[in-house]
Each structure stands twice: as structure tokens, then as C-alpha cells.
């Protein structure tokens, strides 16, 4: 197969397999939570672990595909990734019972790792002098690809009805995403260079260094209350009185921030204090998440929304490089799945199940979940901070 050597153009096919990764993470569950909901028979709970079981599965995968990237092409990981959660889309269109949705999310999770941390490593390898801004561009996609696609799956959802629209999701990921995976590698090279890469560092020294625990708190709690959003929308929408078609502005909004914010922090990452622009962006999300459930007024929720998805997207933009600078780039894959794993077993637990059980428990009050999420950020604001160069 030919070596396509354009840089720019590598990086458009990596961006072009994260979106639809990104639009079945963060877009399809919070378009279908109320008709998984209706379809399967389940309370807001079981619907809370939906997410739970996307971010176990990433969680489990992170690390093993940083490890995996040192013995095996990137490209090789890249195209199994996206392979096989594109058929994992077509399938859940099948499913009969929430466990089944369950499994999907589970395979969506674990699959991505296959793609975002060779993706982010090669990238980073590729525009040494400029780490944060292709950071920032892969993550903008990642992030942003449920912007343009929770609108077209809930138009879908509405005229074609929950089959065709997952079908819908799955072939098109097929056609234009895994079908240029095996074009992204380092030009000029035969060989991916992460076969030649030395770990400097065993999981065993990484585990007892304080600035990883720091990085590694943060993505638990700021993780718990970004990636709760996305499935409280819909019946936080609910409980104010708006519809599908009106509650999809929150997600939207969220989601534009969440990747136009990967963007602009990721190229402010190349400047400044990395550590000052996570606190600065989760401060403003904690005071979001403090006001939102004192309003009623659609566009002022989703302008709140703005600050949460801001600081989601700024928190995987950012930290990329930021895990670089600290442990150095020849170890960026085995820290940052080290890391993941605070965002994949501890934040699904923290942030939507929890948030799930509060809200059947005590009627849908969320003025019981939104200010602790406040203080999650507010928390991670504070971390962040304590996070020094080893």
C-alpha cells in the first residue's frame, strides 16, 4: 500500500476516523437515552450506566493500546479500532434489551483507545513544534463530531426511526473513516517509529510519582461532571418542559464549545502555562454547573452549557500535552492510558450512575446533582495546579 507523505493530509484521515468515533460517544447516547429509555422499560439510573460502560471501556483499552503502539504499526491498531466499532453501530440498531445497548457501549469505549492514542502520539511525533494545536485539531473533531451529528441523528431518529439511523451511523463510518486508517503512519518511514521508541519509564515508576495522581484526580472528577451532561440533557430538557427537538440545543451547545474549545486551548497550550488554563476553564464551568439549575430559559442553559463543554474538551486537549511536558513524549502513550483510567472506572461511576440514582431517588431534583458537580471542577481547578514537571 502507498506511503502517503503529506503530513496535513494524514492528519485529515485521523480526524476523519475520530468524528465518527467522537459522534457515537458523545452524540448518539444523548440523543437515544429517551427512546432506549421508552424501548427497553428502564429508569434514568439504568440509563446513567450506559455511559459508565463506554467510559470502562476506554478505560481498559488506553493503556493496552499505549503498550500495544510499541510492538505493532500504528495503522494496524488504527483500522481494528475503527473496524470494529463501526459494526458495533450497525448492530445495537438490533438490540432487544438494554444489556445488548450495554455491550455496545462497552465495545464503542474500548475501540476508541485503538484509535485516539495512536493517533495522538504519531500526531504529536509528526508537529513536534506544535503539539498543542494538532492536539487541539484531532480533539476539536473528536469533540465536535456530535455537533453536527446529534442534530442528523435525532432528524433521523424522528423520520426514520432508531434502525435506519444506526445503520445510517455505522456504514457511513465504514465508508469514510475506516476505509483511510491504513494511510495513517509516519511519511517516509515503512516502519512506524513507535517501534523504535524506548519506554523510559515502568508502569511501577509512573504509579509513584504525585503529579500523575494529580492528572490522575482530575480526569475522575472534572471526567464525572463534563461526560454527565451528556446524558442528563435530555431529561433535565424533559423536566423543564421542552421537547427532543428543543432540549438538542443544549447538547449542541456543549459540544460546539467541547470542540472549538480543544481547539483554541489546545494552541494556547503551545504559549502558556498549560496548569493556568485547566484552572481557569474548570473555575467557569463550576460556577456553569452552580447556576443551571436555579434557570429555566432554553438558550440560557445552553449558554451555560458552553462553559461545561469548554472545559470537557480543554481537559483531553490540554492534558495531552501537558503528559508530554511532564514524563516526557517517548512515554506519553503508557501515562496517558494510565490516565484514562481515572476518566474510564472512576468518572462513569461518579458522574452519570451517581448522578442517575440522586435524581430517581429524590424525583429528578437537580439542584442535588448539578452543585456537586460544581465542586468536582472546583476541585480539579485546584489540582491541576500541583501538577510539576518529574
Keep these: 500500500m502507498p506511503v502517503v507523505t503529506n503530513k496535513r493530509i494524514i492528519l485529515v484521515f485521523g480526524c476523519l476516523t475520530i468524528f465518527f468515533n467522537g459522534a457515537f460517544v458523545f452524540g448518539f447516547p444523548g440523543v437515544m ?6 424501548l427497553f422499560h428502564v429508569n434514568k439510573a439504568q440509563i446513567g450506566q450506559l455511559m459508565f460502560f463506554i467510559l470502562a471501556g476506554t478505560g481498559f483499552s488506553m493503556y493496552l493500546a499505549g503498550k500495544l503502539q510499541e510492538k505493532i504499526p500504528s495503522h494496524y491498531i488504527i483500522f481494528t479500532g475503527s473496524l470494529v466499532f463501526s459494526l458495533a453501530m450497525i448492530a445495537v440498531g438490533q438490540a432487544t434489551a438494554i444489556e445488548h445497548v450495554y455491550l455496545w457501549a462497552f465495545i464503542e469505549g474500548f475501540f476508541s483507545g485503538f484509535v485516539y492514542i495512536p493517533c495522538l502520539t504519531l500526531f504529536q511525533r509528526m508537529f513536534p513544534d506544535k503539539k498543542g494545536l494538532v492536539t487541539g485539531i484531532f480533539n476539536l473533531t473528536f469533540g465536535g463530531s456530535s455537533a453536527i451529528m446529534a442534530p442528523v441523528f ?40 513507535a517501534e523504535h521508541s524506548v ?68 494552541r494556547l497550550s503551545d504559549h502558556y502555562s498549560k496548569g493556568h488554563i485547566l484552572m481557569i476553564v474548570f473555575s467557569m464551568a463550576s460556577g456553569a454547573y452552580l447556576l443551571m439549575p436555579w434557570v429555566s430559559h432554553l438558550y440560557i442553559i445552553s449558554f451555560l452549557a458552553c462553559f461545561i463543554g469548554l472545559a470537557f474538551g480543554a481537559m483531553f486537549t490540554v492534558s495531552a500535552p501537558l503528559v508530554t511536558e511532564v514524563f516526557g513524549l517517548e512515554n506519553f502513550g503508557k501515562v496517558f492510558g ?53
Design 33 to 38: 437515552a429517551s427512546e432506549w429509555q421508552a
Design 154 to 193: 435525532t432528524g433521523l431518529l424522528v423520520s426514520k426511526g432508531y434502525a435506519f439511523t444506526s445503520s445510517f451511523a455505522g456504514i457511513s463510518s465504514l465508508v469514510f473513516g475506516t476505509s483511510l486508517t491504513l494511510f495513517i503512519r509516519m511519511p517516509g518511514q515503512k516502519k512506524d517509529p
Design 199 to 266: 519506554t523510559t519509564l515502568s508502569s511501577k515508576q509512573i504509579l509513584r510519582m504525585s503529579s500523575f495522581w494529580f492528572i490522575w484526580g482530575v480526569w475522575a472528577l472534572s471526567g464525572a461532571a463534563g461526560i454527565s451532561l451528556i446524558v442528563l440533557a435530555s431529561s433535565f430538557g424533559q423536566k423543564l418542559g421542552y421537547d427532543i427537538t428543543q432540549y438538542v440545543y443544549m447538547l449542541t451547545c456543549f459540544n460546539v464549545l467541547n470542540g472549538i474549545g480543544r481547539l483554541v486551548c489546545g
Design 338 to 390: 494510565l490516565v484514562f483510567t481515572a476518566y474510564g472506572f472512576v468518572a462513569g461511576i461518579l458522574g452519570p450512575w451517581l448522578s442517575g440514582i440522586i435524581l430517581d431517588m429524590t424525583g429528578s431534583n437537580f439542584k442535588m446533582v448539578f452543585p456537586l458537580f460544581a465542586g468536582f471542577y472546583l476541585i480539579s481547578a485546584m489540582l491541576i495546579l500541583r501538577v510539576k514537571k518529574q
